[in-house]
Nanobody, 115 residues
């Protein structure tokens, strides 16, 4: 079992940057994959980025070259660095982990990109 708490969201202008954090309640060293999802109003939740315990990363095409996912096992935290933000990045961003076959979600953090 793990609890996930996201932070770092907010209002930013187009072209700006934000860094989201996902703090876990236990060690993430043994968690194979951790991910960030997002859900915009009226749309389905979509996978944004995933990172494995070995450091492999994958991204949805729309954020490649702009977003970077990373994990700090010592701090039990996963990050999402978001650069060159666009209005279409506006969404609630959720942290996700799969532990022993169970799926865990954080409460989400709102990211709004607007001038």
């Amino acid at each position: 079992q793990v609890q996930l708490v996201e932070s770092g969201g907010g209002l930013v202008q187009p072209g700006g940057s934000l860094r989201l954090s996902c703090a876990a309640s236990r060690s993430i060293f043994s968690i194979y994959a951790m991910a960030w999802y997002r859900q915009a109003p009226g749309k389905q939740r979509e996978l944004v980025a995933v990172i494995t315990s070995g450091g492999s990363r994958n991204y949805v095409d729309s954020v490649k070259g702009r977003f970077t996912i990373s994990r700090d096992n010592a701090k039990n935290t996963v990050y999402l660095q978001m650069n060159i933000l666009k209005p279409q990045d506006t969404a609630v961003y959720y942290c996700n982990a799969v532990v022993d076959g169970m799926i865990y979600w954080g409460q989400g953090t709102q990211v709004t990109v607007s001038s």
